[in-house]
């Protein structure tokens, strides 16, 4: 074996790091990594995953040649493009199509590159999904518009808000408030909308799908820390919607 403990060590943390940051699943992140070490014929290669960290041990062929080292994870975001691309790789590790030395600095790129879809789409996307989530839950038509206002402008200050805070709470809970006092503000105006179909088309966009789906799949497939973990952090974004919108209209109605 060419490549050492060290480097095979380097390319699987990576992978599992940009995996998890993108918002992979548990099971998912581990495997790409036992991949990538095994695929170097290297004896054992072990990890433990957690939303906030990874584990990772290698064995080489002789039995003093072991290295564990472990990577704290700061930041997630959902990203499955990401994803897909360090699966691609991993998967070309796997084959020999791709040596380690080679998968590094493309492993990099990936890391470094920015979201696939510009902000600016993202907005409109989310604006969209707000009308017509709005019509989708018994709205009418004169909610559609309001809702694609209201829901576009709390994902724009969502998005800000991130830039500012670390944490991602109090991004949730000003995005609903906005959303609670622009819905009221049509209200207000005269339009004749339905407040509750307006707010909660406008909240879609915020609602943490992609982390109770990964939360059940975590609890099924057996791991209970990452599970329960992914868990409360859908409980505690949820949270922050409910607060923010029932902070408007405790003060505003």
């Known amino acids: 074996m060419n490549t050492s403990i ?20 548990t099971y998912r992140v581990e495997d790409t990594m036992n991949r990538i070490a095994r695929s170097c014929a290297l004896s ?26 472990f990577l704290r994870i700061h930041q997630r975001q959902i990203d499955l493009n990401k994803i897909v691309q360090v699966n691609d790789i991993s998967r070309k590790i ?3 199509q791709l ?45 559609f ?7 576009g402008l709390g994902f724009f200050l969502y998005l ?17 408030f906005t959303i609670g006092a622009m819905a009221y503000l049509f209200f207000y105006l005269g339009m004749k909308i339905h407040i509750d179909k307006v707010i909660i088309g406008s909240v879609m966009p915020l609602v943490p799908g992609v982390l109770i789906t990964n939360a059940v799949r975590d609890l099924m497939a057996g791991d209970l820390v990452s599970g329960l973990a992914r868990g409360a952090e859908a409980f505690f974004t949820a949270f ?9 209209l405790a003060l505003l109605m």
């Open 6 to 25: 060290g480097d095979i060590m380097e390319v699987s943390l990576l992978a599992g790091k940009i995996m998890l940051q993108s918002g992979g699943e």
């Open 160 to 176: 800000r808000a991130n830039r500012w805070v670390q944490v991602k709470f109090f991004s949730e809970i000003l995005a609903a």
């Open 145 to 151: 518009f309001p809702a694609l206002l209201t829901g």
């Open 240 to 248: 922050a919607i409910g607060a923010g919108v029932a902070v408007t």
């Open 44 to 69: 054992e290669a072990h990890s433990y995953v957690t939303p906030t960290g990874i584990f990772l041990s290698i064995q080489g062929e002789e039995r003093d040649k072991e290295q564990t080292k």
């Open 94 to 96: 796997s084959s020999g």
């Open 99 to 143: 040596t380690i030395e080679k998968a590094y600095p493309l492993l990099l790129v990936v890391e470094s590159s920015r979201s696939l879809y510009p902000a600016w789409l993202q907005i409109v996307s989310a604006a969209l999904a707000s009308g017509f989530f709005s019509l989708m839950f018994g709205g009418t038509w004169n909610d």
